[in-house]
């Protein structure tokens, strides 16, 4: 079963807004990671926050975590028509002889209008 | 540095045929993974290769079988293709001892009629 629910499901929002993509998970975790995808294109890694870790920046990207809760946010500012992608948040679970799972949600479609 | 590839980007199967869809790195990674994503759904664990010479069944591996066959390729087949495994489908590796981000293929898009 998927780990994390991001919400919205699709988001639209003007060139040089701020798009805010939540996601809950229902266990423990280790860290949570961020991805990005484009239209027909595979996953690409934006974002890791750890467990011990409330908040982290990376460019126009900003990722909170509340492990009381149990959720996460990614904060993209000042969005441009290019940020237009599927975004994924992933829970980070360690399998064992050194292997990690990543268990994906389904996803915030975000489409940025110029 | 090419990254992840996967081949074929593209196939069409009918109902009961099989086929391998291969997956290499050069990155020089350990682990190695097999995803296949659903419309409106994220991504799912097929099998995953924590290292060369060892494969685990994710989490819905019915219907497939990997193999690893070296250090860089990790192979997914289809012994007998049904409808419901039309999917695109993902393979990543992963960098040894760091941080367990994953590195993504471009996805081969499989159709079975």
């Known amino acids: ?114 | 540095n090419a990254g992840v590839t996967q081949t074929p980007k593209f196939q069409v199967l009918k109902t009961g045929q099989s086929m391998t869809l291969q997956c290499a790195q050069d990155m020089n990674h350990n682990s190695m993974y097999w995803y296949r994503q659903d419309p409106g759904m994220g991504l799912r664990l097929i099998y995953y290769s924590a290292s060369e010479g060892t494969t685990d069944k994710g989490e819905v591996p019915n219907g497939y079988n990997v193999s690893r066959l070296n250090k860089r390729e990790f192979s997914l087949r289809l012994e007998s293709a049904a409808p419901s495994q039309t999917s695109v489908y993902f393979c990543a590796s992963r960098q040894p001892l760091a941080e367990p981000t994953q590195y993504f293929g471009p996805g081969t898009r499989l159709l079975v009629l």
């Open chain 1, 1 to 114: 079963s998927q780990q994390g629910e991001e919400d919205p499901q699709a988001l639209s929002i003007q060139e040089g807004e701020n798009a805010t993509m939540n996601c809950s998970y229902k266990t423990s975790i280790n860290n949570l990671q961020w991805y990005r995808q484009n239209s027909g294109r595979g996953l690409v890694h934006l974002i890791l926050i750890r467990s011990n870790e409330r908040e982290k920046h990376s460019g126009r990207l900003r990722v909170t975590l509340d492990t009381s809760k149990k959720s996460s946010s990614l904060l993209i500012t000042a969005s441009r028509a290019a940020d237009t992608a599927s975004y994924f948040c992933a829970t980070v679970s360690y399998s064992g002889a050194g292997s990690y799972q990543l268990t994906f949600g389904k996803g915030t479609k975000l489409s940025v209008i110029p």
